[in-house]
């Protein structure tokens, strides 16, 4: 199958992977001391009675409340020591102990001038009684031998150290019920066992068995069948009193007891429309590079020319009106995207399968695991790379959110398999905020996936605004902006019009049909592109997405701005601007440069739009440190610009000169000391910046967006650099893992050149138009890529 040729004189332009410039190192490491706000000697005043206390209550806890051989405790780092970097290996080595999660906690920011509350996590390790009192010795004699005393100094980055308690581990629902004998389905999800490796090991049997005892003596019920392992971690349902759940929460390996959440409620449906759509002229695909699925309520009477595709039943149960009707519908816009009465359906643009899986055969409160075991083994069975999920559970992401079985496994299977879920963001913006209801629904905070909120006008219409119902953000940590953006999913002035089998519509409202408006146009710039992953398809959402005036405080409400319709149009370039897609791959410790497509003669200032995204192992143990993988860019402007530091005093100014000029060399002949390389262009936190300050500008995101300008007498053969920096189990990682990325640029010159395409185009040859290419679905492989 044959990608679309395409027709424009100035089409975006590929393979900007070829502007690779070798030879280029990453600069030897600069930086003074660490400033250190406590001692060891201080700190191991605070500990030791922490410490004691652990220990006295590691000898009470009765064994039926813990694992035979070993103790969880909770060590709170300083947020000074967030890092990865700052991880305390020398002292957990020194004890046996083995980190095996983290929370999310806050903790007190000290420098040398002040002071201030800043996020940090709580270190989850296993010990046994045996290292608790090798803990004990060496934080009261200070350490012996070397070893010891460098594990002794590490205490000095920890704040804390506890079991945890079981009001940390229990989470009611919002509004508490008054003790009764009457149970109800709760989701316990139990600490794994040990890590090999840095991956996680999920509980031994012995200690499972002890979880399951526990819970049948209180009079509950352990829902064996659907006792799932993800990450290391163990979840189970149970079915427990809400007065019993108190006595669970004490059992010491247990992560988080939590209600299980339902799946969400269908949105309502309105009026009929009498006028119709009529089928697509050929119900065959514009290519077959990739086939898409949809999960859902099925669709209304099976196959038919409005619904020329599979619509395989994975639930046994009898269909309902009301999700055939939602199926219907979400499926109808993921073939033909947003359609108006009385128009002709378009040709779809890839296979697509909508597979029904709701109502579930099982009991209400487990229908949301049943229905992703199905998703799961679908996905990988059938070997999708674009899906639709426009359900979900009925549960909002939180700043402390505990692992999530439906965003860890998606997340998992999407780094796998290189599939990209399409997630509607829920419906609950017009929730209380206070207790964080209005938030994004899982899965839509999945790091590696793409949610979509739902805003009152389709591109291009305006004025527009997120839908009032429209869940908001901020999303998990790794993908912070959630959801990434919004699309018209209906309004009370202007509704969706909701596709039926017979080809009339319903009137409706929701991000269940704001995202599979999306997965289309996403589904159709897939046949467009000569080379496409899900990378690729989340920086086109990211980069061309619409922003308005104040875009950044309405992050948390749009993301990054309305997503289109389409995407045709936008692959054409205006005769002063161009675009420009990179994709590529990196091993971690690599540095990867690329010549930016800047001519070498500039009339006027250039706008440059830069969006990078990328698939990042996750891990599930670890909510603070959810993302493995940290690509982080670098801007070099101009190739002979470099800095100057005085050889006598270290705190003067440095001066920034060209490294070729008169005055360059006056610096050098007098003892001036050059820098490694060209000066930098701030893209995002200031340099030397605390853990926090990088995480909140996107450290470890798997989306990043930037804007700036490049100045006609600041810039020269300017350069992008790429770093990898990976983690595991909270450390830095050394293992040789690659990373596939995609990068997008827009540059615009300001001066309205209408030869400023054609001359990118002359002088980085190596650029070309999407060709007609030959395509199909490469095999298996631990990242794939579609070609």
């Known amino acids: 199958m044959t990608t679309p040729q395409a027709t424009s004189q100035r089409p975006l332009l590929v393979n900007g992977e070829a502007l690779r410039l070798e030879g280029v190192e990453a600069p030897s490491a600069a930086g003074g001391p660490k400033f250190e706000p406590r001692t060891a000697d201080d700190a191991r005043e605070l500990l030791l009675p922490q410490i004691n206390v652990v220990a006295a209550s590691a000898r009470a806890l009765p064994s039926q409340l813990r694992a035979p051989d070993r103790l969880y405790v909770e060590a709170k780092l300083l947020p000074n020591y967030l890092a990865a970097s700052y991880f305390p290996a020398a002292l957990l080595a020194q004890i046996g102990a083995t980190p095996v999660g983290s929370r999310a906690d806050t903790g007190l920011y000290v420098t040398a001038s002040k002071q201030q509350e800043a996020q ?298 290189d599939v990209l879920f399409v997630v509607a963001a829920g419906n609950d913006g017009d929730q209380d905020q206070a207790t964080g209801l209005h938030r994004v629904q899982i899965p839509a905070d999945m790091a590696n996936g793409l949610a979509v909120g739902a805003c009152d006008a389709p591109s291009p219409h305006r004025p527009w605004a997120r839908a009032p119902y429209s869940s908001m953000g901020p999303g998990r940590r790794g993908n912070r902006v959630q959801p990434l953006g919004v699309q018209f999913g209906g309004a009370d002035n202007r509704m969706f019009n909701l596709l039926t089998a017979a080809g009339d519509f319903l009137e409706a409202s929701g991000t269940s049909f704001a995202a599979p408006v999306t997965t289309h146009a996403l589904a159709d710039l897939t046949t467009r592109l000569p080379r496409v992953n899900s990378s690729v398809l989340r920086v086109f959402a990211t980069h061309f997405a619409e922003r308005p005036r104040r875009h950044v405080k309405l992050r948390d409400e749009i993301g990054y701005g309305r997503q289109p319709l389409t995407y045709e149009g936008l692959l054409d370039c205006d005769p002063n601007e161009v675009h420009v897609l990179f994709v590529d791959e990196i091993i971690r410790g690599d540095l990867l440069a690329y010549r930016l497509p800047v001519p070498d003669t500039i009339a006027d200032d250039l706008k440059v739009q830069l969006s990078l995204a990328y698939a990042s192992p996750v891990d599930p143990t670890q909510p603070t440190e959810y993302t493995s993988a940290s690509l982080e860019m670098l801007l070099r402007p101009h190739h002979r610009m470099h800095s100057f530091r005085s050889p006598a005093d270290v705190d003067a100014k440095p001066i920034v000169a060209d490294i070729g000029s008169v005055s360059a060399g006056e610096l050098l002949a007098a003892g001036w000391e050059a820098s490694q390389e060209p000066i930098t262009k701030q893209l995002g936190a200031k340099p030397r910046s605390g853990e926090a300050q990088l995480r909140d500008s996107g450290k470890w995101e798997t989306i990043r967006h930037h804007r700036f300008t490049l100045k006609n007498d600041e810039t020269a053969a300017p350069r992008l650099e790429i770093t990898y920096v990976a983690r595991r189990a909270g450390a830095l990682d050394n293992a040789p893992t690659k990373v596939p990325f995609a990068l997008l640029m827009s540059i615009t010159d300001t001066s309205k050149s209408d030869t400023f395409y054609d001359t990118v185009r002359q002088q980085f040859s190596a650029l070309r138009p999407p060709q007609r290419t030959r395509v199909r679905l490469r095999g298996q492989a631990s990242n794939p890529v579609w070609y």
């Not at 449906?269 to 695909?285: D, I, M």
Request: aromatic share 6%; hydrophobic share 35%; charged share 25%.
């Open 120 to 417: 940090t996590r709580r270190l989850i390790f296993t010990v046994s009684d045996d290292g608790l009192a090798a803990l004990q010795s060496l934080v009261q004699t200070r350490g012996g031998n070397r070893t010891e005393q460098q594990a002794f100094s590490e205490i000095r980055k920890l704040d804390e150290i506890t079991v945890p308690r079981p009001e940390q581990v229990l989470r009611r629902p919002p509004t508490r019920p008054e003790p009764t004998t009457e149970q109800s389905v709760w989701e316990a999800v139990l600490h794994p066992a040990t890590a090999r490796s840095g991956e996680a090991v999920a509980l031994d049997d012995e200690t499972l068995g002890r979880w399951v005892s526990l819970v049948q003596r209180q009079g509950g019920q352990v829902h064996e069948a659907f006792i799932r392992r993800v990450g290391g971690l163990t979840f189970v349902p149970i079915s427990a009193a809400a007065g019993d759940v108190d006595e669970l929460a004490r059992f010491n390996p247990l992560r988080v007891l939590r209600p299980m959440p339902a799946i969400r409620p269908r949105p309502r449906f309105g009026l009929r429309a009498v006028q119709r759509v009529t089928p697509p002229s050929t119900a065959q695909p514009a290519s077959t590079v990739a086939t898409v699925a949809v999960f859902d309520g099925g669709v209304d009477g099976g196959q038919s020319a409005l619904f020329p595709i599979g619509t395989p039943d994975l639930t046994p149960e009898p269909p309902v009106a009301d999700d055939l009707s939602h199926g219907t519908g979400v499926t109808a816009a993921v073939l033909y995207g947003l359609l108006e009465p009385g128009q002709q359906a378009p040709q779809p643009p890839l296979p697509i399968e909508s597979y029904r899986v709701t109502p579930s055969p099982n009991p209400h409160d487990l229908e949301g695991y049943w229905v992703l075991d199905r998703i799961v083994e679908t996905v990988r069975q059938n070997g999708h790379r674009i899906v639709n999920l426009s359900l979900g559970p009925e549960r909002a992401v939180e700043d402390d959110m505990e692992p999530d079985r439906w965003t860890s496994e998606l997340d998992q299977l999407s780094w796998d398999n």
